[in-house]
């Protein structure tokens, strides 16, 4: 911390700027691996799309944004405009739409293969066993990180490197106007890990 202090004036205090890149998320959220992205409860599927996006804020490259058409009717599009706010800069999206499960799957697969995004988000209903253990090979194999972001209702074993159940959190104070929002915050409740089965439970704000 840095102060100054000028005749006639009250003491103030200036905060260091934050050097560096952005902390990264626990267990490589959006930077390697299948992470699920769950709702804790009906109704924070908007909460998933802005956690996904921040999850993403120190990977390069494109988005390949890929969702059920059933879905989308239910949660609506990507507000172009409020990207700014949950990245440094805006990324390019790749929407795709597809009307049944299988579909999305086979698109999310695609997309990891290509090698032409930095991440790959995928709106799913649901995604078994067997779907998730050909997404983490395919990850694996090409290094393109994957997000799914699933309804509250999503049980079940997984091969996903991750699952989280996340949910709002009142934003951060506004430094400017106490009765205005600030910064976004979420809280993350980390409900399996595969490399770390310890860590289940914890939460993260």
Avoid at 69 to 84: C, T, V
Avoid at 92 to 112: D, H, M, P
Avoid at 174 to 189: C, E, F, K, M, S
């Amino acid at each position: 911390m840095g102060s100054l202090t000028l005749p006639g004036t009250e003491f103030f205090r200036l905060s260091p700027k934050v050097q560096g890149p952005l902390p990264v998320f626990p267990l490589g959220l959006g930077e390697s691996g299948v992470h699920e992205i769950c709702e804790a409860a009906h109704g924070d599927f908007p909460a998933l799309t802005g956690f996904a996006l921040a999850a993403r804020a120190s990977r390069k490259g494109a988005v390949a944004w890929i969702r059920q058409a059933s879905l989308m009717r239910e949660h609506g599009h990507i507000l172009q405009a409020g990207l700014q706010s949950l990245s440094r800069s805006r990324p390019a999206i790749l929407n795709i739409t597809t009307r049944k499960l299988g579909e999305a799957l086979w698109a999310t697969e695609e997309a990891i293969r290509s090698a032409a995004v930095g991440v790959v988000i995928a709106e799913l209903e649901d995604a078994d066993f067997t779907a998730t253990r050909r997404l983490t090979l395919a990850t694996s194999r090409h290094g393109t990180p994957v997000i799914l972001l699933m309804p509250h209702a999503r049980t079940g074993s997984t091969a996903a490197t991750a699952r989280w159940r996340v949910s709002t959190r009142p934003s951060a104070p506004n430094r400017y106007d106490p009765h205005a929002p600030g910064a976004l915050r979420w809280r993350a409740v980390l409900e399996r890990a595969r490399q770390a089965p310890h860590m289940a439970g914890h939460s993260f704000d």
